[in-house]
């Protein structure tokens, strides 16, 4: 039989047996729960003109740590003959986003193409990439993003311990070609863990 007040299963009790306290199912559960799972911040990309460069922006919160980045278009693009990536960072990102996006970029061997190989005049629905590999297959994308490493050889920024804006850029593989047309979409989800 199906239990329909869960208030049953309550207690605001805490056993302390020799200074150890007992977990209270009213509180520590959902407590823990809320505060060790997982999240994601999803981060819009429109093609609303002829652009050159694609950007959306997210906010992240202070004290969360990024497991996972996934990118896909939900609306296909029509762009001029090129090849495309995706940069992911810290503050703006311009024309050299692909070599100095912080979290990820495009430009980095191996993981330089993240949306396809060879140069397009289309990017259809349903075609991205992912920080893992067996997502970035199923996704069409022949290459695994992987997190940047910055300068140096210190590791990548994943860990922020303030309220952060990330940048979601959509570059192509030259600075001159415009993505023409109206209506492309690329959602980048990016999924974190919050510590506090």
Do not use: W
Not at 123 to 143: E, M, N, V, W, Y
């Amino acid at each position: 039989m199906a239990q329909t007040n869960a208030n049953t299963f309550k207690t605001d009790n805490v056993l302390n047996v020799e200074n150890l306290s007992v977990f209270n199912r009213a509180t520590d559960f959902a407590n823990t729960i809320a505060d060790s799972a997982y999240n994601t911040l999803v981060i819009t990309i429109d093609q609303v003109n002829d652009q050159a460069l694609l950007t959306g922006t997210g906010v992240l919160p202070a004290n969360s740590i990024v497991q996972e980045i996934t990118a896909v278009v939900t609306t296909a693009f029509t762009v001029d003959s090129g090849i495309y990536g995706v940069n992911i960072g810290t503050g703006s990102l311009d024309a050299d986003g692909g070599t100095k996006a912080s979290m990820f970029n495009s430009a980095a061997a191996p993981n330089n193409i993240a949306l396809h190989g060879t140069a397009v005049t289309s990017i259809p629905q349903g075609r991205g990439f992912s920080t893992h590999g067996h997502i970035s297959a199923g996704l069409g994308s022949t290459k695994t993003g992987s997190f940047a490493v910055t300068a140096g050889g210190a590791l990548g920024r994943t860990f922020f311990t303030e309220d952060t804006i990330l940048t979601a850029q959509l570059s192509s593989s030259g600075g001159a070609i415009l993505q023409n047309g109206t209506g492309g979409v690329l959602k980048v989800a990016i999924r974190y863990d919050k510590l506090v």
